[in-house]
């Protein structure tokens, strides 16, 4: 069984930055892909990293100002979001993909493990 409890969300000005933090129990935790998802009008991909983190994918629309990152050693995966603009306003939640699945890895359904989620809000 897993659990991942996010946490760093809050209330911030545009351009500035916020970092999220995914703490993870269980064991499948270093051997999984994990990837970070907000809520919009659906669950909304955002970016994802690899089991050893040598592989990440991002959303066009956080290209080149988020980072997802990871630390086997801690169970934790990061979330770093700079130049933060309104739309990036969500609830966003840190997911842990699922070992066997043909499913892309911005598809959800990929996923089987999920956090509470953290609201960030960015404001104009």
């Known amino acids: 069984q897993v659990q991942l409890v996010e946490s760093g969300g809050g209330l911030v000005q545009t351009g500035n930055s916020l970092r999220l933090s995914c703490a993870a129990s269980g064991r499948a935790f270093s051997s999984s892909a994990m990837g970070w998802f907000r809520q919009g009008k659906d669950r909304d991909f955002v970016a994802m990293i690899s089991w050893n983190g040598a592989t990440t994918d991002y959303a066009d629309s956080v290209k080149g100002r988020f980072t997802i990152s990871r630390d086997n050693a801690t169970n934790r995966v990061y979330l770093q979001m700079n130049s933060l603009k309104p739309d990036d306003t969500a609830v966003y939640y840190c997911?842990?993909?699922?070992?066997?699945?043909?499913?892309?890895?911005?598809?959800?359904?990929?996923?089987?493990?999920w956090g509470q989620g953290t609201q960030v809000t960015v404001s104009s």
């Open positions: 997911a842990l993909k699922r070992t066997f699945t043909a499913l892309d890895s911005r598809n959800p359904k990929a996923y089987n493990y």
